[in-house]
């Protein structure tokens, strides 16, 4: 054989079981990859009982920070941050999961003592609103309303005429607003139903709801959408009947409509409307010269507040609105909050 055909030839063998090797090392990196990742995502343990509640906040460097806070209403972060915003916490078979830049999900290693991130679902997309349920991605685009499985890429259309970024979840349903009115979509039924008749301009809102009512407002005026009833209450009728000065809603609790105005020492209080009646209690919670500028129901009448004086102070507080009292002043000013027991 002429030594250059020879040459050829080596130079042959030499590159196919150069190429071998090559795909060899990939398969075992690969592999080796695939095992180092089962390892990392194995670890999936009971969350920490030291902490009751969960919630986000920013830091000095604007990052976002999970924060776990016990029953005395001591705050510690956790150590997870995000540079992407997560505006939404939901608690759903025992774990927390929200939208930063994935779908993420809050597991625990109990034998390192740490938290982790999880993620379910690499969805990302800046000018998509995200909501989550125990089983669904929900993405709002522009008007269209859709949603898909975690592990899934099906993706289903609920509405693609969804007005605004005003949505509420709550036992496998999705509540929203098209310009046809309040419209409901069941998950496991798959169907959907208007629950509430819209008008040509009016404004509504969609602001709080628990298993048995629907808190909305139209233009201002206060409705209570009965769940089991199928039936609508005007309570701001029945609040007025009462109340002459302002008044605006703070909180559904679970047979309560909770909202803020003025007494005739010109204090500012909280006052209880009765759902299962329709009646104005006497008593009020006296909150003085603070008025309530953001708050986040987390269970059993406790409520996260932000106060603000007529000065413009301002203090963030847990409060127990049944007892009517302020229970622990927080150093932290708290984007969400989520309750995990």
């Given at each position: 054989?002429?030594?250059?055909?020879?040459?050829?030839?080596?130079?042959?063998?030499?590159?196919?079981?150069?190429?071998?090797?090559?795909?060899?090392?990939?398969?075992?990196?690969?592999?080796?990859?695939?095992?180092?990742?089962?390892?990392?995502?194995?670890?999936?343990?009971?969350?920490?009982?030291?902490?009751?509640?969960?919630?986000?906040?920013?830091?000095?460097?604007?990052?976002?920070?999970?924060?776990?806070?016990?029953?005395?209403?001591?705050?510690?972060?956790?150590?997870?941050?995000?540079?992407?915003?997560?505006?939404?916490?939901?608690?759903?078979?025992?774990?927390?999961?929200?939208?930063?830049?994935?779908?993420?999900?809050?597991?625990?290693?109990?034998?390192?003592?740490?938290?982790y991130l999880y993620e379910l679902n690499n969805f990302y997309n800046k000018d998509t609103s995200v909501y989550l349920t125990n089983v669904f991605l929900i993405k709002l685009n522009k008007n269209t309303l859709s949603y898909e499985k975690y592990d899934d890429d099906e993706n289903k259309i609920i509405s693609e005429n969804v007005e605004k970024d005003n949505i509420l979840i709550y036992d496998n349903k999705i509540?929203?607003?098209?310009?046809?009115?309040?419209?409901?979509?069941?998950?496991?039924?798959?169907?959907?139903?208007?629950?509430?008749?819209?008008?040509?301009?009016?404004?509504?809102?969609?602001?709080?709801?628990n298993l048995k009512y629907l808190v909305y407002d139209v233009d201002g005026t206060y409705f209570v959408y009965n769940i089991e009833t199928e039936k609508t209450i005007n309570i701001s009728y029945y609040i007025e009947k009462d109340i002459r000065n302002e008044y605006k809603f703070i909180a559904l609790t679970n047979d309560s409509f909770i909202f803020q105005t003025t007494n005739n020492s010109n204090d500012i209080v909280l006052k209880k409307l009765r759902l299962s009646d329709n009646v104005l209690l006497n008593n009020s919670f006296i909150l003085g010269n603070e008025s309530i500028d953001k708050s986040i129901y987390l269970k059993n009448g406790i409520l996260y507040a932000e106060l603000i004086d007529e000065e413009e102070n301002k203090r963030n507080v847990i409060m127990d609105i049944e007892g009517e009292e302020i229970l622990k002043e927080l150093k932290n000013t708290y984007i969400t909050l989520c309750s995990v027991d």
């Open positions: 054989m002429l030594p250059e055909k020879r040459k050829e030839l080596i130079i042959l063998g030499a590159s196919i079981i150069g190429v071998i090797i090559v795909i060899l090392l990939m398969y075992n990196l690969a592999k080796f990859m695939h095992n180092r990742s089962e390892k990392l995502e194995a670890p999936d343990d009971a969350y920490d009982t030291y902490y009751n509640y969960y919630g986000v906040i920013t830091d000095k460097d604007d990052n976002y920070q999970l924060v776990g806070i016990n029953s005395e209403y001591i705050e510690k972060e956790i150590g997870l941050r995000s540079f992407y915003p997560i505006n939404k916490m939901y608690y759903y078979n025992n774990h927390l999961r929200f939208y930063s830049d994935a779908i993420n999900e809050l597991r625990y290693d109990n034998e390192e003592a740490k938290y509540y929203y607003i098209t310009n046809e009115g309040v419209e409901v979509f069941d998950f496991e039924l798959e169907n959907k139903n208007t629950l509430v008749v819209k008008k040509s301009n009016t404004n509504i809102n969609l602001l709080q709801m």
